[in-house]
Structure formats: C-alpha cells, structure tokens
C-alpha cells in the first residue's frame, strides 16, 4: 500500500496485517506481522529488491542466512548478503463478482 513519498506498507492479504519491526530497530530485531510500518523497496545490482525499514534505514535479512522453510526474518545493517534479496511482485487485485440479478417472478 503506497504511504507518503516513496514508501510503501507491505500487508498479507489473507490477514489485513503489516509487515513491521518488532520493537527497537538495532540489528537483529524481529520482523513480524502486525501493526503497519513504512518500506521502500529499491533494487540492487543482481535485480533483487531490498525491503529497506524507513525508520531505521536497515533492510529485511533472514537470520543466519538460513534457507528453511519459516527462517525467521529480523532488520540488520545492508551487507549484501543473499539473505536480504528478495523478489517484489505485485499481486493482481481481487476481481469483484458479478452483481447478483434477481430472479424474475414467475407467472
């Protein structure tokens, strides 16, 4: 969802819930789902995106540069590490269903 300026929030859209920092913003603090804070996305060399944490400059890592399935993910200094890249795609908005026509009375 676009914010001010350059800055987006990122929100599930299964939940309503926003991508944010947990707590302080020094190195290592966990990223979670709840209340919004602001993002801006911008792109390296290699075409990765980085999720850059506006309030504290930092970027969107996965913790010990793990590869498994639900690695939790914290904020930490940019490092160019492949555990801050990451692939931005837009989700195609929901389709609104047809309206609904009454059904004529019968005779």
Do not use: M, Y
Not at 15 to 33: K, M
Not at 73 to 95: H, L, P, R, S, Y
Request: charged residues 30%; aromatic residues 6%.
């Amino acid at each position: 969802i676009p914010t001010e300026g350059t800055a987006v929030q990122l929100v599930n859209k299964a939940t309503g819930l926003a991508l944010c920092v947990l707590g302080e913003t020094e190195n290592g603090a966990a990223v979670v789902l709840g209340e919004a804070d602001e993002w801006k996305l911008t792109t390296t060399t290699k075409g990765f995106r980085k999720l850059v944490h506006v309030a504290s400059g930092k970027v969107v890592d996965i913790k010990e540069i793990s590869d498994a399935d639900f690695a939790p993910a914290q904020i930490w200094e940019f490092v160019k590490g492949e555990n801050q890249d990451w692939v931005a795609e837009e989700v195609e908005k929901e389709k609104k269903a047809p309206a609904k026509r009454a059904a004529k009375a019968s005779k």
